[in-house]
């Protein structure tokens, strides 16, 4: 690989877009109690929802500045769309990393199969309780359980990697742990866990406390201790970044800045894209800062105003005192969502700002003599682009730890060994090798 990967990041500083969710539409077959879109029925639909050739022009234009970003299909429910494989198979064929978010209910056999052949790089299964009467109350259809984990015995049987999400709620988060078994026993390599913002139906789901906030966060940072062969990350919870810190402060990875960590990425390296075409820092801030039918998706993605603010952010309140501030920041969709402001403080953050020197990330500290082998800069180059630079930063990091000054493919495979246990960070087919004969059991995250 040349220099270009790095290049790119120089030129785009703090807002390359590592991941981009396409709600294709608001059709879907549940009716969720936390649905952010409140999503309506499949018969219902939405007239004017994109169509298949506006996203894949969206598409096209996103790969036209990089082939790193990875999209998410999403919805609704997105296999309501006859037509998912085609977007699937144009990202694909563009050199993006596709990945589709669904219910699972409608994972057949076959519909895995078709998803496969067009180039899907995995599945992120939703399921919220391994009590099937729970869960099927919580996605407003009897049956739907039973369904789910159907549709995940396909994704194994045909070699199709998936995630789990599991939405944390106050009925469900005493789960986490049995919810976690169940993932890693089931195959799935990652595992993650979202916390609830108050929109959409979830304006009337109950939340945890701040205090189980923090309960959970603390858990699953032990977990993945404990499995270390499968990620287990939060979602919408950048607290996670401050507890883990808390736990460890020598860790260089709780030491890799909310920007590329585990913090908000929305507006930074993130955004999402309605039905209608409306662009939004992510799918629970309702404002949209522009369309993609009015401008192109990049001017948005460049110039909206809102983005701007979330990439200097001036924090208010307790966020703005605190000296985590760097690398947490807290969430700015709850706050927005509760009536307040955009950059008012997260209020669902337990922990009172000491007062002490802000904790610095390793992008503001991190070595420039740092050289990268060429078979390291090739290994890294196969990693879905929007983990390519938190990887090398921690891979420069650990390198600085050793005294030493050259990554090499070494290096990164003690990182994957100690971070990912037996298996190795998914990579991309390299040039010339085929979908179907990439390595399957060497499977990263994907958001």
């Known amino acids: 690989m040349n220099d270009k990967l790095f290049q790119h990041y120089d030129k785009y500083d703090h807002h390359e877009l590592f991941l981009l969710a396409i709600n294709v539409t608001k059709r879907c077959n549940l009716a969720c109690e936390h649905c952010y879109l409140d999503a309506d029925t499949l018969k219902n639909g939405q007239s004017d929802e994109l169509s298949l050739v506006e996203v894949n022009l969206l598409l096209d234009e996103v790969a036209s500045r990089s082939t790193q970003t990875m999209v998410v299909l999403t919805g609704g429910e997105p296999l309501a769309r006859s037509n998912l494989e085609a977007m699937i198979q144009h990202g694909a064929d563009l050199g993006l990393s596709m990945v589709v978010g669904t219910n699972g209910t409608l994972l057949t056999s076959r519909r895995v199969a078709s998803l496969k052949s067009a180039g899907a790089l995995g599945l992120g ?3 919220d309780s391994l009590h099937p009467t729970q869960h099927d109350q919580f996605r407003g259809l009897n049956g739907s359980w039973k369904k789910t984990f159907q549709g995940i015995q396909h ?27 169940f993932a890693y026993e ?8 979202f ?29 993945q201790t404990d499995y270390p062969d499968m990620i287990i990350r939060p979602r919408c919870a950048p607290h996670y ?8 402060p020598d860790s260089p990875i709780t030491r890799v800045s909310g920007f590329d960590g585990d913090g908000c990425i929305a507006g930074t390296h993130y955004c999402r894209v309605a039905p209608n075409g409306d662009v939004t820092a992510c799918p629970y801030i309702d404002t949209a800062s522009g369309n993609i039918r009015q401008q192109s998706f990049l001017s948005i993605w460049d ?10 952010p001036l924090l208010k309140g307790a966020c703005g005192e605190c000296e ?29 700002p000491e007062g002490g020197n802000i904790i610095e990330p390793f992008q503001e500290i991190i070595d420039k003599s740092i050289i990268w082998h060429e078979e390291a800069r090739q290994r890294l ?31 990164l495979s003690n990182l994957a060994s100690k971070r990912f246990g037996s298996k190795l960070p998914f990579s991309k087919p390299s040039p010339g090798q085929s979908k179907s004969t990439s390595d399957n059991t060497s499977r990263e995250s994907f958001s």
């Open 324 to 352: 985590y501030k760097k690398l947490c920041g807290g969430c700015r969709a709850r706050p927005l969502a509760m009536g307040g402001d955009l950059m008012d403080s997260d209020p669902y953050c337990a922990y009172v």
């Open 241 to 248: 970044k401050r507890i883990a810190h808390q736990l460890n």
């Open 155 to 181: 994704c194994r049987e045909q070699d199709l990697s998936f995630q789990i999400h599991f939405t944390v709620t106050s009925n469900n988060y005493s789960e986490l742990n049995a919810i976690i078994c």
């Open 195 to 223: 916390f609830l913002i108050c929109t959409g139906r979830a304006e009337s789901t109950s939340d945890i406390t701040p205090e189980q906030y923090e309960q959970v966060l603390t858990q699953t940072i032990q977990a």
């Open 186 to 193: 089931n195959g799935a390599r990652v595992l993650n866990l």
């Open 125 to 127: 299964i939703s399921v």
């Open 381 to 411: 180059s196969r990693i879905p682009g929007f983990l390519q630079k938190m990887i090398k930063k921690r891979a420069e990091a650990y390198v600085l730890e050793l005294g030493e000054t050259v990554v090499k493919a070494e290096h």
């Open 303 to 312: 110039n909206a105003n809102e983005f701007q603010s979330l990439r200097k």
